[in-house]
């Protein structure tokens, strides 16, 4: 059997190496039309950034490690040119010596991966305008840093990538600003999310532009250290001007389907190839694994398309498993993602609050503010946003922000996701405590409860944003603060009444029990108990404010109210 791959990063190496290590018969031969192969894609930022000392770091392996180790051949500036299905033939074309010529194949993988979008902006072709995809690409900004030496960058895109670049830049002195069409940060979160990013952009002297279209991009007067430099004038759909040394564009990815595309193979409604579970394309003996092809999402089963390098590595395990005798099936992902902006981790997994009410679910969401451990060792507040399905209590997505312990909580509300928990059962998760780790019930089984005694036993939650909806609708509402009275003096909720938790039991007399009443805190704890002692008196409706005033402040930011009163 000849088994070829098109594409040798994370999934056509992953790919190859696994069908070698399933039968030594196959003649294996993977075409890369770039130079470098089987890289680390992710560690790109950290070496821009100097975390990661030598480029030859990400680029451990070579075409003659693969060859002693795996037989395999990889011909790297070999471009595919064309897919014939029909005669199981390939066009290739050897970028080095500009022959031309013809491979023949049983099987084949298709691993073209992603290309990084440049939008159509004039002057996007200016000489400091890059894109980082490749190791090609991060060299060549490595470059223009050592010679140019800018002292400004302007970064268009907030997603991980652009944040990424953010604290990489700034690490070496670069001045940084940020520009994002849509109105949030990091626009794969929910808003009220995606505000402590933007916090924290700003609290390390980020310029952040939201809602800003850039139209152009113009040459200006030299701003680097060598007098011919050009620095560039990003210009907004506005007027306004933004100076930059080095510009990087990082708006998204598309997957790289035009070789499948005119091969006849069909392509799926997210613009990925469509594949099976076990990675097989429409077109009989031809599989497709990494960025250029669709997943689906384990909570909706629809197609999603979340090209990482997680999953690449697992669909090129997958597809060359089956390529070459195996019978793995994929199953599906929740696009879990991380990554670290200042210090904060930001992780998410599953559905976001958006994504599930456009799902159509009837959701219930709590935003749990905890100590990842001990205070006294250390601990530091995570914020855990957790949504999940009114009618059987199931967790359906969750995000996390936070210095300390959110990459082992995400992992485990993946797991929890996976195997379809309901928030009923995090409580009972036997998880690992000693205070250097965690707390006697950790985050995650705090998160359980708060959703579960919203579903299931009356201790209803409401959101800064419903809350804010009755205020402004003139519903009768009694709001509750049962914070101190210092608290309460320096900032509190509009028309708020403040019966601190200790006063609460004396004072319920004075309250009506028939009206809509909200309880609030400042994270969440006390207003929950302010809440059992209100419905334990007889209060008919009684609702915890979500995350206390701190979510209550952060959703203010997000819609731009400012300060509240
Ligand atoms: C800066 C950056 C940071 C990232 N950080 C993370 C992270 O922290 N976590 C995470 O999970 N993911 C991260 N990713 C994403 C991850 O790198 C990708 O998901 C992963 O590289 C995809 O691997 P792939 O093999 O499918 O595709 P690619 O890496 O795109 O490789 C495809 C290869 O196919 C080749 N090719 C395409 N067409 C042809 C053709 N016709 N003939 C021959 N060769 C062809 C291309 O030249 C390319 O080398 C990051 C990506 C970037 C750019």
């Known amino acids: 059997m000849r088994l070829i791959v098109i594409g040798a990063v994370a999934a056509g190496t992953s790919a190859a190496a696994k069908a070698r290590r399933n039968t030594e018969d196959a003649e294996i031969v993977v075409y ?31 075409p003659a490690f693969f060859k002693s180790k795996y037989n395999i051949d990889i011909f790297t500036q070999h471009e595919v040119l064309a897919v014939h299905p029909d005669s199981r033939t390939l066009d290739i074309i050897n970028h080095v010596t500009g022959e031309r010529f013809t491979d023949r194949y049983d099987t084949l993988i298709l691993a073209t991966g992603a290309s990084s979008i440049m939008p159509h902006i004039p002057g996007a072709s200016a000489g400091n305008v890059f894109m980082l995809r490749n190791i090609s690409d991060m060299l060549q900004i490595y470059s223009f840093l050592l010679e140019k030496v800018p002292e400004s960058a302007v970064i268009i895109g907030t997603g991980f990538i652009g944040l990424e670049l953010c604290e990489n830049l700034t690490a070496r002195g670069i001045r940084v600003t940020m520009i994002e069409k849509m109105d949030q940060v990091s626009p794969g979160l929910d808003p009220d999310i995606s505000v ?68 006849g193979i069909v392509v799926g409604t997210t613009g990925a190839i469509q594949v099976d579970t076990y990675m097989r394309t429409s077109v009989p003996d031809i599989y ?114 936070g210095e300390d312990g959110v990459d082992k909580r995400i992992d485990v509300f993946v797991t929890a996701i996976t195997f379809k928990a309901r928030a009923s059962d995090l409580f009972h998760l036997d998880l690992a405590y000693a205070p250097p780790f965690s707390t006697t019930k950790d985050p995650v089984m705090y998160t359980g409860m708060i959703l579960d005694n919203a579903i299931r036993k009356g201790r209803r939650l ?104």
Do not use: W
């Not at 894609?41 to 030598?54: E, K, L, Q």
């Not at 670290?340 to 969401?365: H, M, N, P, Q, W």
């Not at 909720?493 to 009443?517: C, Y």
């Open 32 to 62: 890369e039309k770039d130079s470098f192969i089987s890289y680390s894609g992710c560690g790109m930022p950290y070496f821009i950034g100097g975390d990661v000392a030598r480029a030859e770091d990400l680029t451990p392996r070579d």
């Open 288 to 401: 497709a694994c990494g960025d250029c092809a669709e997943q689906f999402n384990i909570v909706t089963n629809k197609p999603i398309y979340r090209p990482l390098g997680s999953t690449a590595n697992k669909t090129g395990h997958i597809a060359g498993d089956n390529a070459s005798g195996g019978s793995v099936e994929f199953r599906g992902i929740l696009g879990t993602g991380i990554y670290r902006i200042f210090g904060l981790a930001v992780a998410r997994t599953g559905l976001s609050e958006k994504e599930a009410l456009a799902e159509g679910y009837d959701i219930e969401v709590c935003h749990n503010i905890k100590p990842s451990k001990p205070e006294y060792m250390g601990g530091r507040d995570l914020l855990i946003k957790a949504v999940a399905d009114r009618a059987d209590g199931r967790i359906l997505g969750v995000q996390i922000v």
């Open 462 to 565: 409401i959101r800064a944003a419903d809350l804010d909806k009755l205020q402004k609708n003139g519903s009768t509402v009694q709001l509750i603060d049962t914070r101190s009275a210092a608290q309460y003096q320096k900032k509190h909720i509009d028309k708020a009444e403040n019966i601190p938790h200790e006063k609460l039991r004396g004072a319920a007399a004075s309250l009506d029990p028939d009206i809509l009443t909200v309880t609030y805190c400042n994270k969440g704890v006390t207003g929950n108990a302010a809440q059992n002692i209100l419905i334990n008196q007889g209060f008919r409706e009684v609702f915890n404010l979500s995350g206390g005033n701190n979510t209550y402040e952060n959703y203010c930011e997000a819609k731009g109210f400012g300060e509240n009163a």
């Open 196 to 263: 402590y990013v933007e916090q924290r952009l700003k609290a390390n002297k980020i310029e952040v532009y939201k809602s800003a279209e850039v139209t152009k991009i113009a040459a200006g007067k030299g701003a680097g250290n060598a007098p011919d430099d050009t620095g560039t004038d990003v210009v907004l759909a506005d007027g306004r001007n933004i100076r930059g040394d080095l510009i990087i564009m990082s708006v998204g990815v598309r997957p790289e389907v035009t070789l499948a595309r005119e091969a």
